[in-house]
């Protein structure tokens, strides 16, 4: 069936540097994207999305990447903080069924 | 605004017991899912629906019953509960800008 994966399940960035989390759909059909940040004992909470009619959208310190030719999303924190230490799940949504699907998550770990 | 709301924060049942998991929006959104979250792994979307009246199956709907008899409330049956439904499950509301989570309830089935 389809499904919307991760490359990396434990990324490992040190404070200030930049942080880069992958995700590959391969729903074709898909039109929209979100990335959402789960911190431990806590729902999802969305950080940003994008359609499937864009390639770049970009937020506070996010930015999010899209690249249909390869079916191919990323996440991308600027300046990483402790507090962004969570697990990163990429979700993807089709119009034409209306189901929102998850990939299974990256964790961040940001040391000092 | 309370966003979304869920109840309860924690259950224990017997295998074989029913319960109902509560979720409510005060946010007038018309798309509404559940989600159950095992540990170690991403959402995997359990029912949803597009507006009162209305509800869906999404990737793992066995098991589970739902019923959507006004915008604000999307309850979540288990008819006779399986250790193989312990989880965390997670009921959202989905506006047109964002989706928002509810704290999550996490069951566990002995």
């Known amino acids: 069936g389809e499904s919307v994966g991760l490359h990396l399940p434990t990324l490992s960035v040190q404070e200030g540097d930049n942080s880069i989390i992958n995700c590959a759909y391969s729903?074709?059909?898909?039109?929209?994207f979100i990335w959402y940040k789960q911190e431990s004992g806590k729902g999802p909470q969305f950080i940003i999305d994008i359609r499937s009619n864009m390639d770049k959208r970009q937020g506070q310190r996010v930015t999010v990447l899209l690249n249909k030719t390869v079916k191919h999303l990323s996440l991308q924190i600027a300046a990483t903080q402790p507090g962004d230490s969570a697990v990163y799940f990429c979700a993807d949504l089709s119009y034409n069924t209306d189901k929102l699907i998850f990939g299974t998550g990256t964790r961040l770990q940001v040391f000092p | 605004n309370a966003g979304v709301t869920q109840t309860p924060k924690f259950q224990v049942l017997k295998t074989g017991q029913s319960m109902t998991l509560q979720c409510a929006q005060d946010?007038?959104?018309?798309?509404m899912s559940w989600y159950r979250q095992d540990p170690g792994m991403g959402l995997r979307l359990i029912h949803y629906?597009?507006?009162?009246?209305?509800?869906d199956q999404g990737e793992v709907p066995n098991g589970y019953n739902v019923s959507r008899s006004t915008t604000e409330d999307f309850p979540l049956r288990l008819l006779s509960a399986a250790p193989s439904q312990t989880s965390v499950y997670f009921c959202?509301?989905?506006?047109?800008?964002?989706?928002?989570f509810g704290p999550g309830t996490r069951l566990t089935v002995l």
């Open positions: 629906s597009v507006g009162a009246g209305i509800t």
């Open positions: 729903n074709s059909a898909s039109d929209y």
């Open positions: 946010m007038n959104h018309e798309y």
């Open positions: 959202a509301s989905t506006g047109q800008a964002e989706q928002f």
